[in-house]
């Protein structure tokens, strides 16, 4: 039982384009949501987050956008770049149920950025 | 993401030896959570730490693994009687709470694998 759920196992775009990547989820106590970066060998690095009362947050060339009636959030990269070639995890937390930070993750979506 | 130490890097043990992965939070952070990433899956969540204390080990199988952070040293997760199903990337990520945000800050990992 996937709580969150990355439909895209991978994603291609050009250099300069947008990127975006998608999460569902079905637990409707989740409150917190983050986005993180992983490159090979490495441990995640945590990229941008927002809470359930907010629907966008941006930081920088990174937005993410919540919409909670249909419990999905997706990650906007723009203008994507090489370097942000890896793998995008999303990851959710119930904070208010739980008190407790614990984060259920999604399998990843691999995006390559072509030159 | 430097300042979560993870060692060793790499563990190979044989089947039925013991595994002891050994994680130092970021300076200032008392809460140590461990989370095994499976070949093409993502993180699942182990247990949740506080110094000297278990918060929550729901994650974590019932028998053949522990988790303790004591008041001084490094977060140990032991794996006794290691079977090959164990083989993971295992990652130790640490957090300030209170700071308004769930952002954990992870280690590189440990590559446990098991012949």
């Known amino acids: 039982d996937q709580q969150v759920k990355q439909n895209s196992p991978s994603l291609s775009v050009q250099e300069g384009r947008i990127s975006i990547l998608n999460c569902d989820y079905t637990?409707?106590?989740?409150?917190?949501f983050l986005w993180y970066k992983k490159y090979p060998a490495e441990g995640p690095t945590f990229l941008i987050s927002?809470?359930?009362?907010?629907d966008k947050n941006e930081d920088g060339r990174f937005t993410v956008f919540l919409n909670k009636s249909a419990k999905h959030l997706s990650l906007h990269i723009v203008p994507s770049q090489p370097g942000d070639s890896a793998v995008y995890f999303c990851?959710?937390?119930?904070?208010?149920?739980?008190?407790?930070?614990?984060?259920?993750f999604g399998k990843g979506t691999l995006l390559t950025v072509n030159p | 993401n430097a300042g979560v130490m993870q060692n060793p890097r790499h563990l190979v043990r044989r089947r039925g030896q013991e595994a002891r992965l050994r994680c130092s939070p970021m300076?200032?952070?008392?809460?140590v959570y461990w989370y095994r990433q499976l070949p093409e899956e993502g993180l699942k969540f182990m247990v949740y730490?506080?110094?000297?204390?278990?918060?929550?080990e729901s994650g974590m199988p019932k028998e053949r693994f522990s988790a303790e952070f004591p008041k001084e040293g490094p977060s140990i997760l032991r794996i006794q009687q290691v079977v090959r199903g164990d083989s993971a990337a295992y990652f130790c990520a640490s957090s300030q709470l209170g700071k308004g945000g769930a952002e954990a800050f992870f280690g590189q990992g440990t590559r446990l694998t098991v012949v």
């Open positions: 990851a959710a937390s119930a904070y208010s149920a739980s008190s407790n930070y614990k984060l259920t």
């Open positions: 637990n409707s106590m989740f409150d917190y």
């Open positions: 300076k200032g952070h008392s809460h």
């Open positions: 927002i809470s359930s009362i907010k």
């Open positions: 730490l506080q110094k000297e204390n278990i918060i929550d």
